[in-house]
């Protein structure tokens, strides 16, 4: 707990607040909705005092909460759950029965557009946008160095990128705001196509991967980089299926020689392996005491062992079964990615049996140990969340690579992430065996269950299987249908607030 429990300087992610009045002041309004009661956007630049005599600090500030803002609520915690996870055969809601029933309508696909975790959700993502936008609209009037004010904005196109991905997926059309509002028609924008979302984000991170340096020194470690706009822009890729360029894009990662696989999948996860070579990019969280600013994430938390003695969390997004049968026999990451009721985890604790109605199984990847999560007013809040790892990398090269025919080179890096659990299995001459099969569809059918027990729980396995054709077959058990769930609905107050400018998703 000592390399968490301390100040850190402004320069660095870990300890940053949320500059600017906790953000209302970029976000021109602390609202839950993307617009106003008038149906106005929220992002009206009520803030342009902030930038009258800006400087490179207040440049610097303004990045700084754009990243802060990363780690709240409605982007790591119930919205987030809900929308990226719930719904897949990895997770159920969990805690008990009549604990935040709303969960529910994800479980079994009958989500309402008015269900609150929507809006949080789209919410979440436009503040992100919003405080992305503010800062590409002013720091260039800033009279600074050239090189920093080029990486800020390169920072802030990669961020923007990173929320519209989020928002693409999960929403399909939705309105592409790339400018602080100020205009009647800018306040109220319609929506465009995926397609005009998925090539404003690619332009987004082609600039972001162009001027983004490879590495940062201590104090910045965290910032995006090179490495993360180009793995980004391969998993945008993909989910397009453009395929040479999932190659590329990886092939430009790996190349870049920086990163690699942890040694442990188990300890990869834990505070002291945060930032560790396999991260490409990962949301920073903090707990310093008395620092409400910087203790705000709640990641951890809504995930944590509701039965643990030290009152670890609230229980929710607990993996399943499905999931624990998935893993091959003697996989390590299972031990990585499950907690169960009755073990100890390998950091110590006693998992202990679930009172009535609890959880028998909790998300290991979000795990604290329960002694330093009941330390913090948000248990575990410093715990960082994993956005994008190496692994995924490789995993999206080997798919890369099968789907345009060289399953030589597809082989090769399944093998790499394959060969890291192997390692520390208990036995490594017979588990996990090397996938040896060249046959295109069986390669395929492997590299997508070494994408699900290799990112279980990272909130990626749903909209995974959608943009992998297979959603009616995997999910259609579920309640899951065809031509309405490849999206959620928009959310009503959104469309409301628009004055039905907004149109509403097919099914909804």
Not at 215 to 230: E, I, M, Q, W
Not at 280 to 291: A, M, T
Not at 454 to 463: G, H, I, K, P, V
Request: glycine content about 6%.
């Amino acid at each position: 707990m000592s390399t968490k429990n301390k100040t850190y300087p402004v320069s660095s992610l870990k300890g940053l607040t949320l500059y600017i009045a906790a953000g209302c002041l970029l976000l021109a309004s602390c609202s839950k909705s993307f617009t106003d009661a008038k149906g106005a956007l929220v992002g009206q630049p009520s803030g342009a005092n902030f930038w009258k005599n800006a400087t490179a600090a207040e440049a610097g500030r303004a990045v700084n909460a754009m990243y802060g803002n990363l780690r709240t609520w409605n982007n790591t915690a119930f919205a987030a759950i809900a929308v990226e996870n719930t719904a897949s055969d990895d997770a159920v809601k969990g805690s008990t029965s009549n604990d935040a029933t709303f969960f529910n309508q994800y479980d079994n696909f009958t989500v309402d557009p008015s269900e609150g975790q929507l809006d949080g959700f789209w919410t979440g993502q436009y503040q992100n946008i919003n405080f992305c936008n503010q800062v590409l609209d002013n720091v260039p009037n800033i009279n600074m160095d050239g090189a920093l004010k080029s990486r800020y904005l390169a920072e802030a196109k990669f961020v923007r990128a990173y929320s519209y991905f989020r928002l693409v997926r999960a929403f399909g059309n939705i309105p592409l705001v790339l400018k602080v509002p100020n205009s009647p028609e800018t306040l109220n924008p319609k929506q465009s196509t995926p397609a005009q979302i998925y090539a404003a984000i690619e332009q987004d991170l082609t600039d972001a991967a162009g001027a983004l340096p490879v590495s940062y020194g201590p104090s910045d470690v965290g910032r995006a980089t090179k490495g993360a706009a180009l793995a980004l822009h391969a998993k945008v890729a993909m989910y397009q299926k453009k395929w040479t360029d999932v190659l590329n894009f990886t092939n430009q990662v790996i190349g870049l020689n920086v990163y690699d696989l942890f040694p442990d999948f188990y300890q990869e996860f834990r505070y002291a392996n945060e930032n560790s070579v396999e991260s490409v990019f990962e949301i920073q969280c903090d707990y310093v005491p008395n620092n409400d600013d910087i203790n705000n994430s709640q990641y951890s938390q809504v995930q944590g062992n509701r039965d643990a003695p030290q009152s670890a969390g609230w229980g929710f997004n607990v993996p399943t079964q499905n999931l624990v049968d998935e893993f091959e026999a003697g996989d390590p990451r299972l031990v990585g990615t499950v907690m169960m009721a009755g073990t100890t985890t390998p950091s110590g604790d006693n998992v202990p049996m679930p009172n009535a109605g609890a959880p028998d199984k909790y998300n290991m990847k979000s795990y604290v140990p329960f002694a330093i999560a009941a330390l913090s007013p948000n248990q575990g809040c410093g715990q960082n969340v994993r956005v994008i790892r190496y692994a995924e990398v490789l995993l999206m090269n080997a798919e890369a690579n099968n789907e345009t025919g060289n399953s030589a080179a597809a082989l090769v890096s399944l093998e790499k992430v394959r060969a890291r659990a192997r390692a520390k299995s208990d036995d490594p001459a017979t588990d996990l065996p090397e996938v040896t099969t060249t046959d295109q569809g069986a390669l395929r059918t492997a590299i997508y269950h070494e994408r699900r027990v290799e990112l279980a729980m990272e909130n990626d396995r749903y909209f995974d299987v959608i943009r992998q054709g297979r959603a009616a077959a995997v999910f259609g058990p579920l309640g899951w249908k065809a031509n309405k769930n490849e999206v959620w609905p928009i959310p009503q107050a959104e469309i409301d607030n628009s004055g039905s400018v907004l149109v509403q998703n097919t099914g909804y």
